[in-house]
């Protein structure tokens, strides 16, 4: 038979079964399953996000040694909580919000509870068991999806995120935190603390020398004492002199001040924290080189006008008194840190009725209240 006869054979096959209204029938193949990557941490994450991403957290992280999934969660390609949520269906637990937890069922004292802030481990008594709370940094989450191929070699555990985690270690230590944040690198590296250390010997020295001075007063002769305290006050009118020497005595006129090359100028570095913005560090940065006095007050008219409060634009008119002030206060500064170099005096911000932070604090004590 020629291919003409077979063609006509064919489509008169295909206008019967049309004539007979068969469908024809489908061929319904199975998807084949995602391939897992080099970085297991991420498989649970192959159905959700695009394939191109995943391989790019995975070339990133193969070269600097970080897991794939901190990779995409710095990225913000997707929060830590939907991540650990995925990771934890994958391996058969759970993801664990810590905001119920009493500070009863975790068995370490504050100081170990901060650690396990620290190490991302964190130890539960549910049900008369001890539950393991893992906040996945570096690689864990790596070694977490390889040891899914072994069930039964770990513990019991629930996945929870770094956030959860430091919430629930601030809200049940916070006298502990204070007195490590104050008292901890002296404790832990005195050679690099500024607090002052214990004069022991100084003191038992003074105290001695002191006692031995009033015991033998009574020893001494009138015309001691009394050569003793000219002595002092000759010295005292001495530096007065001196002092008054220095007012009268009158001092070069100081030369006219040369102009320096822009070039020859000191350079200052400005650091600016960002968290999770870098969608704006060029409007940022490009603000930051445009900055002098008439557009720092030109931008503060433009965050009044976009928060709705100018209203208050007023108060732009006292932005010279303002830049006066932070001089003094530099200048305060310098001599509280000659003179007393362990004060903090620490500005409260967010007291303002319309102050966003305040707003914050408002929310956060409802939210207790209705808990």
Not at 175 to 183: C, E, H, I, N
Not at 260 to 283: F, H, N, Q, W
Not at 320 to 333: D, F, I, K, Q
Request: net charge positive.
């Amino acid at each position: 038979m020629g291919a003409a006869a077979r063609r006509a054979a064919f489509e008169e096959r295909v206008d019967h079964r049309r004539r007979r209204g068969t469908p024809r029938p489908a061929l319904n193949y199975p998807e084949p399953p995602p391939q897992p990557g080099p970085c297991p941490e991420i498989d649970c994450l192959r159905a959700l996000l695009p394939q191109s991403l995943l391989a790019d957290a995975e070339r990133r992280a193969l070269s600097i040694g970080l897991g794939a999934d901190r990779v995409l969660i710095y990225a913000n390609a997707i929060s830590e909580e939907a991540y650990l949520s995925a990771l934890a269906a994958s391996l058969g637990t759970s993801y664990a919000r810590l905001e119920h937890v009493t500070r009863a069922q975790c068995p370490l004292d504050d100081a170990k509870l901060i650690q396990a802030a620290v190490t991302g481990l964190l130890p539960l008594n549910q049900d008369g068991r001890t539950v393991w709370i893992i906040a996945p940094q570096g690689l864990v989450a790596r070694h977490l999806a390889n040891s899914q191929e072994a069930p039964g070699q770990l513990p019991p555990f629930w996945l929870t995120s770094s956030e959860q985690l430091c919430q629930f270690v601030a809200r049940y230590t916070p006298k502990t935190l204070g007195r490590q944040a104050a008292d901890g690198l002296r404790r832990t590296q005195p050679l690099l603390s500024n607090a002052p250390r214990p004069r022991v010997w100084t003191t038992f020295v003074t105290t001695t020398l002191l006692i031995i001075a009033i015991a033998m007063l009574p020893l001494v002769s009138a015309a001691a004492i009394k050569t003793l305290g000219t002595l002092l006050c000759a010295i005292f009118l001495a530096a007065a002199a001196l002092r008054l020497w220095s007012a009268v005595c009158a001092h070069p006129a100081p030369g006219r001040s040369v102009r320096i090359d822009d070039d020859k100028l000191p350079v200052y570095t400005i650091m600016c924290a960002l968290y999770r913005e870098a969608s704006v560090v060029g409007d940022l940065v490009a603000a930051i080189r445009a900055l002098d006095y008439a557009s720092a007050i030109a931008l503060d008219f433009i965050g009044l006008q976009r928060r709705g409060l100018l209203a208050h634009a007023w108060v732009l008119l006292l932005t010279p008194l303002y830049w006066l002030l932070l001089s003094l206060a530099a200048w305060r500064a310098l001599f509280q840190l000659l003179s007393a170099d362990q004060r903090w005096e620490k500005t409260e911000h967010g007291l303002a009725r319309n102050s966003r932070l305040d707003d914050l604090k408002r929310r956060r004590r409802a939210r207790r209240r209705t808990t």
